[in-house]
T-cell receptor, first 105, second 111 residues
Framework: GEDVEQSLFLSVREGDSSVINCTYT??????LYWYKQEPGAGLQLLTY?????DMKQDQRLTVLLNKKDKHLSLRIADTQTGDSAIYFC?????FGAGTRLTVKP | NAGVTQTPKFQVLKTGQSMTLQCAQD?????MYWYRQDPGMGLRLIYY???????DKGEVPNGYNVSRSTTEDFPLRLLSAAPSQTSVYFC??????????FGPGTRLTVT
């Protein structure tokens, strides 16, 4: 069946770049999304990319989309402790399991 | 705009009890969703509604029921609670295939 997969954990030092990767199987989605979940809260949309784009930059966030390989990544530049959260990759109604990003001072 | 609201925030049920989780949105979104979040499993879709009057099953619909009699409301009913339904439940809404707006969640424990 259709699936969205991402690694479960990532740990980086404050000031480094973080890269969270995601693979998906359904190529029919118009948009692909990244959501952020902070402890005890719901999910908030972080950014999204239209399926016919290769890259989207939004301040410290860069989304890369490789449609051929069905691979999506989220890069956070100059990662801060406030970026510690769970990040979900999603296409339409399907979500990955979430990557828990830990930022060490 | 309040966005997406969910009640209650916390609930404890005994096995076999029934209850309804409430969800409302004030953004005039046509689509609404119910997910459950379990550790290490991300969000799994329980039911969704593409428009008022329509509902469709998601990945894990067993033991739940929904209705969409208004654009604003999308209640989720647990018919006979089981410990396996202990989870955090999120409601969301969107325009068709658009970005989803999530409620704050309901933490349900079934003993």
């Amino acid at each position: 069946g259709e699936d969205v997969e991402q690694s479960l954990f990532l740990s980086v030092r404050e000031g480094d770049s973080s890269v969270i990767n995601c693979t998906y199987t359904d190529s029919s989605s118009t948009y692909l999304y990244w959501y952020k979940q902070e402890p005890g809260a719901g999910l908030q949309l972080l950014t999204y990319i239209f399926s016919n784009m290769d890259m989207k930059q939004d301040q410290r966030l860069t989304v890369l989309l490789n449609k051929k390989d069905k691979h999506l990544s989220l890069r956070i530049a100059d990662t801060q402790t406030g970026d510690s959260a769970i990040y979900f990759c999603a296409e339409s109604r399907r979500f990955g399991a979430g990557t828990r990003l830990t930022v060490k001072p | 705009n309040a966005g997406v609201t969910q009640t209650p925030k916390f609930q404890v049920l005994k096995t076999g009890q029934s209850m309804t989780l409430q969800c409302a949105q004030d953004m005039n979104h046509n689509s609404m969703y119910w997910y459950r979040q379990d550790p290490g499993m991300g969000l799994r879709l329980i039911y969704y509604s593409a428009s008022e009057g329509t509902t469709d099953k998601g990945e894990v619909p067993n033991g739940y029921n929904v209705s969409r009699s208004t654009t604003e409301d999308f209640p989720l009913r647990l018919l006979s609670a089981a410990p396996s339904q202990t989870s955090v439940y999120f409601c969301a809404s969107s325009y068709t295939q658009g970005k989803q707006y999530f409620g704050p969640g309901t933490r349900l424990t079934v003993t």
